[in-house]
């Protein structure tokens, strides 16, 4: 409802490869398409992985902390640093 709200139509959630089946589901149910993000060697997603993928028709991500390989999604602590907010979008837009 926020992005309608303000006249944005984004209609795509990022959903980690090691989510449950359950999370692209949900996404598809709210009208969402959901777009895979690969995790890295250590079954975890980057903060490349995701910026790679973000762009304004992103409305947000999906994850489970711990994943569900039970591993923590460590790259949180790292997007809550303000040189990495930016690197959600290419062209170094924050989003809200």
């Given amino acids: 409802m926020l992005h309608k709200n303000r006249g944005a139509q984004r209609s795509k959630i990022l959903i980690p490869d090691t989510a449950h089946g359950t999370n692209p ?22 903060v490349e992985s995701v910026a790679d993928l973000m762009d304004e028709d992103t409305s947000g991500i999906m994850l489970t902390n711990p994943n569900t390989l039970g591993l923590f999604e460590d790259c949180l602590l790292r997007w809550r640093k303000p040189e990495c907010c930016n690197g959600y979008s290419k062209n170094g837009k924050n989003r809200s």
């Fill in 25 to 46: 589901a949900t996404a598809t149910l709210c009208s969402y398409s959901s777009v895979q993000v690969k995790s890295n060697e250590n079954g975890i997603l980057s």
